[in-house]
């Protein structure tokens, strides 16, 4: 599968923003997908989980109650709503697919992942 995510941009403290992820080239409702962000100088981190048929969701806790995370099968898009960003939320965003079982969404390696799209939240 491929994935092209889209979305990113500059906000201010506050704003929201809604990043997709659209996939390609299989078939999108056997894969669990999820987001995850890198800020400069830090690690990888996850960020949002979603199950195949988006019925099941996980979160950070450094998102939760901020963040939403749906798919729509229909189109083979996953989508992260963001609201409520605050600076530390500035991060590269990339979203991610397996064929995992794993009901431990932040466990899965990933195999399949976007380029990336910018997040930059301004103070």
């Known amino acids: 599968v491929q ?7 500059l906000v201010q403290t506050g704003g929201s923003l809604r990043l997709s992820c659209a996939a390609s080239g299989s078939t999108f409702s056997t894969y669990v997908m999820a987001w995850f962000r890198q ?3 830090k690690e990888r ?7 195949r048929s988006g019925g099941s969701t996980y979160y950070a806790d450094s998102v939760k109650g901020r963040f ?3 798919r729509d099968n229909a189109r083979d898009t996953v989508y992260l709503q963001m609201n409520s960003l605050k600076p530390e939320d500035t991060a590269v965003y990339y ?4 064929m995992s079982g794993s009901p431990y969404y932040p466990g899965i390696e990933y195999k399949y992942w976007g380029q ?3 997040v930059t939240v301004s103070s």
């Open 95 to 98: 979203c991610a697919a397996d």
């Open 116 to 118: 990336g799209t910018l």
């Open 39 to 41: 800020a400069p100088g």
């Open 3 to 9: 994935l092209q995510a889209s979305g990113g941009g």
């Open 68 to 70: 939403t995370i749906s």
């Open 45 to 51: 981190e996850f960020v949002a989980g979603i199950s």
